[in-house]
């Protein structure tokens, strides 16, 4: 067998075994040290690839997928600092918890450390960052190394969905010449000739539950106390909703929903979810009254700072922590026992055995109360100029059923937090909050559009133009996506900050304004292009966009202190009609 051939056979052993166990779809960025994998993809017919120049811009493009799909995603890119390039992706899919496979090309053991070119060292490159790493073996001709290319393929599948999902990195070292032979006979057949739909290496994995003296010593616990409070910080699980508002409807408990929590919409029961405790907890006062006897948090924890306050002022009372699997998300630092089940399961089987707890309705009555006036202030008014806050109140009016939003971080997410109310619409929303950086955002989003459902990606200007080139996809592939730019002009999450009392040197290091015309830059990637000055407007925008084929940019132009003014003013009376009715 030459080299052509044992290149051939090799790579396509892998490339088919990783489809066989699951992949549906691969992001490529052109190099020549990867042509092996990246033609080898192409030509398979099972798979859909999708080329992506740059390759920061690929990887998050690829963790769109990944989270809009809820499955593994391919990752190939040539060797040197290409490679590299994948990191701050890889970073946010560690700590958000999206399972990647990072397929990197690398130049053969004697081309390493003797100065050629496009190499560096690509051993473990991401650290701890990839939940497992793996070294290929050169390509060989024999049976045994096709099994060991399919068995490592199947492996890379099952570990970045493994327990919590993360990234997995697999590096190949190709000799030249990198051109594989595609008419040879049988090139997807499995070593042994046999033909299967499955992978070679199957696994049948179960969730976490715990056993019955276990959720009754944990019932016996909470028995103790009448005032406990629900928590649901992010998390995607669709099954989630309904398991964990019917258990809050028995104890009778307040559920404080973080808006990625995917508890604020749906069909289900949503008389307890409380989305509105970041206005009002934001109150030291009110706080304190709201002592709670326990709190039971699911999945990460919430967006929300007034939350994080309320946390820790409150760390002598007991916490828990649900989690799927091990790991260790309490930034507070209080005592807290965790549980580690699967959440649903956890949820049904605290119900079966819920005749032990004394419930307390006064104390869900308080919740509801205050949740009931800040809602009628997040919704009273119409301003003549449109603000930040009214961007997000709009488009939860308008945006379609069963469709994706995907939120940018900083005063996005946060604007989401306080004005996405509960509704009975079907919606995901989505957002990098692993390590709630702004890169790749634009990327993102275009990811998640190649599924199929509506997408609108809201963002602030900062995030736009730190990821233009994620355009490039969508202009490339003709995906259907809204964006909605909220342009402020700078950072505006700063001017909430105590830095924005720092007038000498706030502008050029925090508020970093760049007055910058981004309409020539969306019709430069093929897009559609409106600004909206009213709520109104906006809405009639929003649904014109969902109706239009491809790219299209909203762009809602703020004022920075003007929308810190209008927020406090809100907070602020919010919280003097809470405490003028106690």
């Given at each position: ?166 990234p997995v990195h697999l590096n190949f070292p190709f000799r030249e010449p ?165 959440p649903v399961m956890l949820c049904e089987d605290l119900v079966a055995e ?46 379609p059923e069963d469709s994706t939003l995907y939120v940018g971080n900083s ?172």
């Amino acid at each position: 067998m030459n080299h052509t051939e044992t290149l051939s056979r090799y790579t396509a052993n892998f490339v088919d075994e990783l489809i066989k166990s699951g992949v549906t779809d691969v992001v490529i960025s052109p190099g020549s040290r990867s042509t092996p994998l990246a033609l080898t993809f192409t030509e398979h017919p099972r798979v859909k690839e999708w080329v992506i120049i740059d390759e920061r811009s690929a990887a998050f493009f690829a963790m769109g997928i990944a989270k809009q799909k809820n499955l593994p995603v391919a990752l190939v890119c040539t060797s040197g600092t290409a490679a590299a390039n994948y990191f701050p992706a890889i970073v946010e899919a560690h700590y958000s918890r999206v399972p990647l496979i990072v397929l990197t090309a690398d130049r053969p053991h004697e081309l390493r450390d003797v100065g050629a070119p496009q190499a560096i060292e690509q051993i473990k490159l991401y650290g701890d960052y990839a939940k497992w790493f793996h070294e290929m073996a050169l390509p060989e001709g024999s049976p045994e190394m096709f099994h060991y290319a399919r068995n490592k393929a199947a492996r890379a599948v099952y570990m970045a969905q493994e327990g919590n999902p993360g990234p997995v990195h697999l590096n190949f070292p190709f000799r030249e010449p990198l051109n594989p032979d595609f008419s040879l006979e049988n090139l997807w057949e499995s070593p042994t000739g046999q033909q299967r739909t499955q992978s070679v290496n199957p696994v049948l994995d179960g969730k976490k539950r715990l056993a019955k003296q276990q959720v009754q010593e944990l019932v016996d616990k909470l028995g103790t106390g009448q005032k406990g409070v629900i928590v649901c910080g992010p998390q995607t699980d669709p099954e989630f909703a309904s398991a964990v508002t019917e258990l809050a409807s028995i104890w009778g408990l307040p559920v404080l929903a973080d808006p990625l929590s995917q508890v604020r919409t749906g069909s289900h029961h949503k008389d307890q979810v409380i989305e509105s405790y970041d206005a009002f907890l934001r109150n030291e006062s009110i706080r304190a009254k709201l002592k709670p006897d326990y709190i039971i948090r699911f999945g990460a924890m919430p967006v929300s700072k007034a939350y994080l306050y309320y946390v820790k002022e409150h760390k002598d009372q007991e916490q828990y922590l649900v989690e799927n699997y091990t790991g260790y998300r309490e930034p507070t630092g209080n005592v807290t026992e965790f549980i580690f089940a699967d959440p649903v399961m956890l949820c049904e089987d605290l119900v079966a055995e819920s005749a032990a707890i004394d419930v307390d309705t006064g104390w869900l009555n308080i919740w509801q109360e205050m949740n009931s006036i800040s809602k009628k202030h997040l919704l009273s008014g119409v301003e003549t100029a449109i603000t930040e806050g009214e961007v997000v109140r709009g488009l939860c009016d308008v945006i379609p059923e069963d469709s994706t939003l995907y939120v940018g971080n900083s005063m996005a997410i946060r604007d989401v937090d306080s004005f996405l109310l509960t509704t009975h619409k079907h919606m995901s929303i989505l957002a990098n909050r692993g390590a709630n950086g702004i890169d790749g955002m634009v990327s993102s989003g275009v990811g998640a559009a190649t599924a199929g459902k509506p997408v609108t990606l809201l963002l602030g200007d900062l995030s736009f133009f730190h990821d233009m080139n994620g355009l490039l996809a969508a202009k490339h592939y003709k995906l259907n996506i809204t964006i909605l730019l909220v342009n402020n002009n700078g950072g505006g999450i700063f001017s909430f900050l105590s830095q924005s009392s720092d007038k000498r040197h706030f502008e050029a290091l925090f508020g970093t304004p760049m007055d910058i015309e981004f309409e020539k830059a969306i019709t430069m990637y093929g897009g559609e292009y409106a600004q909206a000055t009213t709520e109104d407007q906006l809405k009639e925008l929003l649904y014109i966009s969902y109706q239009h084929v491809g790219l299209s940019v909203i762009e809602v132009k703020t004022d920075r202190s003007e929308n810190v003014e209008w927020h406090r003013a809100i907070w602020n009376a919010i919280e003097k009609e809470i405490q003028e009715g106690d």
